[in-house]
């Protein structure tokens, strides 16, 4: 290929970098990083001046392969600016998707480029009317998917805020775990959760908590801390019982990061789940040991799980924990 690079269309470029990034980067530099690293290069120089011949599918695939690839620059994604701007009314859900992840993968390079002004917003607009229109058409993925270069580059849309959250509205039940946990994450990076939000996201996830992974429940855990005030004490206890359950199951998975952070949720909403608890600073111990708990987590990190066993006090009536 990096004999015939110079000869190559706009759409055979697009072919050999998506094959690339199919194989991955990782394997391909295991044969020969420098011999991959001068082929993109050919590549992004033969596709520049060629690049308004592409489609829509053709410029958000060559975005995201190029990202997957790792291989990023400036000219290239200011040309992908100016390719994609003029077609967008024409994009489908996936080149929505495709380009999203490859500005989000790419934002810290891309923070001064011409994605941060108008494009970025138009994207934006074009894919809130999409969302409108053909609703039915995008998946929770792509959904999820499209907000992250918003909250990566802190660009606030307004209309795809509202759009996704209506398709969310629309079709919770059609979201795994993993897009709900995205797309949480995009609302609170784009300012954008209230207390309706969050009833909406518990209503969906209560009776699949058995599906979410810890890191997930977690997150889930943090947004009704976040809200916690509106709710009866009660029901609090209620949702942080479940939600306990849920984390007992995967709590040997969990980072040590992540048992601080239980331990301080469960301090700052003041529910006193022992088992839950207990369960967490003897895995702390046992799995890690002290070597390890100096080594991966920061001081502040320790300090605040100290400070949260401190605040929540001496287990009372519970002598086996």
């Known amino acids: 290929v990096a004999d015939v690079a110079s000869s190559l269309g706009s759409l055979a470029v697009c072919h050999v970098v998506c094959a690339m990034a199919r194989v991955g980067s990782d394997r391909l530099a295991e044969q020969d990083h420098e011999t991959q690293r001068v082929l993109l290069h050919r590549l992004e120089a033969q596709l520049l001046p ?7 599918q053709g410029i958000s695939a060559s975005a995201s392969a190029f990202a997957k690839l790792r291989h990023v620059s400036g000219d290239l994604f200011d040309c992908f600016a100016t390719v994609a701007v003029p077609r967008l ?3 489908v859900p996936e080149d929505f998707a495709m380009l999203a992840s490859a500005l989000n993968a790419t934002h810290r390079v891309l923070e001064e480029s011409a994605w941060r002004g108008e494009p970025l917003r138009l994207l934006g607009h074009h894919a ?4 409108v229109i ?18 990566a580059l802190q660009v606030r849309c307004k209309p795809l805020l509202q759009a996704v959250e209506s398709h969310f509205r629309g079709r919770a039940s059609t979201y795994a775990p993993r897009d709900v946990v995205r797309l949480l ?11 309706g939000q969050v009833a909406l996201l518990w209503d969906v996830s209560r009776k699949r908590l058995h599906l979410f992974a810890g890191q997930q429940t977690l997150a889930l855990a943090e947004a009704l801390l976040q809200f916690r005030h509106g709710l009866p004490s009660a029901e ?7 939600l306990a359950l849920s984390l007992q199951r995967s709590i040997r998975q969990l980072p040590l990061a992540s048992l601080a ?5 469960w301090a700052l909403a003041g529910v006193h789940d022992w088992r839950l608890l207990s369960a967490v600073a003897k895995v702390a111990l046992d799995e890690y040991g002290g070597a390890s708990l100096r080594e991966e987590v920061s001081p502040e990190e320790l300090s605040k799980m100290i400070y949260s066993y401190i ?3 001496a287990p009372l009536h519970v002598p086996e924990h």
């Open 236 to 242: 609090l206890h209620r949702r942080f019982r479940l």
């Open 134 to 151: 053909i609703n039915g058409a995008w998946s929770p993925r792509q959904v999820a998917e499209v907000l992250q270069p918003f909250v």
């Open 128 to 131: 809130a009317e999409s969302l």
């Open 89 to 91: 009314a024409a994009f």
């Open 185 to 195: 994450h995009g609302l609170q990076g784009a300012d954008y959760i209230g207390v």
């Open 261 to 265: 952070a239980i331990a301080r949720i």
């Open 50 to 56: 060629r690049a308004a011949e592409l489609l829509p």
């Open 311 to 313: 605040k929540l006090g």
